[in-house]
DNA sequence: GTCTATACACTGATAGAC
DNA sequence: GTCTATCAGTGTATAGAC
């Protein structure tokens, strides 16, 4: 009777599948008019296994929020490191993340969702933090640290001025659907950064 | 029986209640997780009359997000026009808009909830954009045409470095507590930004 | 571990008296 | 215009059978 084929070889099917169902919710729904028996719906299960494998709505919603967090940690760490020419590698990097965020729906509603609930979920918005923004800026700061040509001698300030400037794009402009109000081209912002930043 | 003194000499003293309500309990709660019936309840008023006033929980929500963002609006249109030494005037800027939404929690609650709810209410988001962003770009923007040190020779994009940086650094900084996992001083950042736009 | 069934509170919204 | 009272629907969470 039970199907031993196709575990889908993971250690929890049932959670993984429960994850996956939690994910279109939230990211749609948000946090509080997400329900419970929509979840497991979506899910394909029962809501008793949704509650017996993550105990309440928040354990649910923070072992989602720990999974998409390192999913996306794990697609900057296996980016290629930077080199070479910093006005051709860092517009090519800025395109990357314009094109990378700014377009993925799912991404944004993950923004969306990780910044409205950060007054409630203060850890969650810091694992965000420390596993997607700090380690971009760790990679931002060591590059710029090895360009001569950097006019602000302190590599990470250059870094926070330059990633600042792209993510706030994002969310200006896609996030919070800035372009038909203040629209402008990307390249404009991209030249204009790298432009100060490098002599 | 009835108290005819101190009206509030407003012209809805009512609606002015139920948006002061409405105020707290969208700041603290966010859109989903807040009943008409603490609304009713915070605002001393029945929930009844919160129906006649504001139709529905959507109307109350466009009402009360407009009428922050129309004082916030008049917050900036009263601020001194910048003029003098630009590494003076902006770095005077940058300290007050950090101060001003870094640390005024109902100023960051309100910017949570907008980008929270900005992909069910995507004309909010763009209200905040007009009311607010818009304005604050427009200023410095003109601001940087007029200075002839400023490297980068298109205004605009400098004025999106510049807000996006600062913008960007509340945002990571305060608003999802990153000051606890990526620390850094504000003027290290400013510093940065002001020696690179200008020569 | 997973399911069905249910407890119990609360939600947005409205009807009708005053 | 404002209120009390209430509706039908849905929420989170749990108990007990398998």
Chains 1, 2 share one sequence.
Do not use: W
């Amino acid at each position: 009777m039970i199907q031993k084929n196709a575990p889908t070889l993971e250690l929890a099917p049932k959670a993984e599948q429960i994850l996956d169902g939690a994910m279109k919710e939230f990211l749609q729904r948000g946090y509080a008019a997400t329900s419970m028996d929509r979840v497991a719906a979506t899910a394909g299960v029962s809501k008793a296994t949704v509650y017996n494998h993550f105990g309440d709505k928040e354990g649910l919603f923070e072992a989602l929020v720990k999974q998409l967090a390192e999913r996306k940690f794990a697609q900057v760490q296996r980016s290629q490191p930077l080199q070479g020419d910093p006005k051709v590698v860092l517009r090519q990097f800025a395109m990357t993340l314009m094109n990378n965020v700014g377009k993925d729906s799912d991404y944004k509603a993950f923004v969306r969702l990780i910044i409205g609930e950060s007054g409630r979920f203060p850890h969650l918005a810091q694992t965000f933090i420390r596993n997607l923004f700090k380690p971009a800026l760790t990679i931002v700061t060591q590059y710029l640290a090895e360009q001569p040509s950097l006019r602000c001698t302190d590599a990470e300030a250059a870094a926070r001025v330059f990633l600042g400037t792209l993510i706030h794009f994002v969310i200006s402009q896609n996030l919070m659907y800035g372009d038909e109000v203040v629209p402008i081209e990307p390249e404009r912002v991209i030249d204009c950064v790298l432009e100060s930043l490098f002599q």
